[in-house]
């Protein structure tokens, strides 16, 4: 099977603008979760999707959003983009939900970069 | 702030040597996985542990979890060049509907030939 697949691998963007982030899921997988990760941070959760229902959420602000098609393609969307959010964002696919235990695969990750 | 937080933070070792580092985590959770991340295949799920499980293991890690302690540890014996990445511990709690993985920080290590 392939992998998950996250496009764009690599975004500069600028402060203010806002982004889409694409991530296709292992087929099969119905459950999409995105991440982001910095180097003081960590990992931090943003959202779950299974179904096309956002099942679970992080402790983000309203600027990070998401959706999940019925193919279980999901997008994530950053508006009005700050410094802060640079950072490498990771979706990862499951057959179910990731909280209950479901084994994630991530895909290689979108790097951005916000000047 | 971090649910997970794995110690140490940071580990060099020689090839064939065995590697131990710990994750602590602050609330009740349903269970706890541990991930690996290098450059070459990115986040990669190593084993789970169910919070009603004390060891498991898969190949050369083996997995302990402690709940009374609130700790897991991730042994790798006999450690490979190969093995050198960034190990990362994610718990899974439930805070009423929601249920999410929380991740530490990472324990990176160094495996040296």
């Known amino acids: 099977k392939a992998g998950v697949t996250q496009t764009p691998r690599y975004l500069i963007k600028t402060r203010g603008q806002q982004v889409t982030l694409s991530c296709s899921p292992i087929s099969g997988h119905r459950s999409v979760s995105w991440y982001q990760q910095t180097p003081g941070q960590g990992l931090q959760f943003l959202f779950e999707y299974f179904s096309e229902t956002q099942r679970n959420k992080g402790n983000f602000p309203g600027r990070f959003s998401g959706r999940q098609f019925s193919n279980s393609r999901s997008e994530m969307n950053v508006s009005t983009l700050e410094l802060g959010d640079s950072a490498l964002y990771l979706c990862?696919?499951?057959?179910?939900?990731?909280?209950?235990?479901?084994?994630?695969?991530f895909g290689p990750g979108t790097r951005l970069t916000v000047t | 702030s971090q649910q997970g937080e794995e110690d140490p933070q940071a580990l060099s070792i020689q090839e064939g040597e065995n590697a131990t580092m710990n994750c602590s985590y602050k609330?009740?959770?349903?269970?706890l996985q541990w991930y690996r991340q290098n450059s070459g295949r990115g986040l990669v799920h190593l084993i789970l542990i169910r919070s009603n499980e004390r060891e498991k293991h898969s190949g050369r890690l083996r997995v302990t979890l402690d709940t009374s302690k609130k700790s897991s540890s991730l042994l790798i014996t006999a450690s490979r060049a190969a093995d050198t990445a960034s190990y990362f511990c994610?718990?899974?709690?439930?805070?009423?509907?929601?249920?999410?993985?929380?991740w530490g920080l990472g324990t990176s290590l160094a495996v040296n030939p």
């Open positions: 609330t009740s959770i349903n269970n």
């Open positions: 994610a718990t899974a709690t439930y805070a009423g509907n929601n249920r999410k993985l929380i």
């Open positions: 990862a696919s499951s057959p179910g939900l990731a909280g209950r235990g479901s084994e994630q695969y």
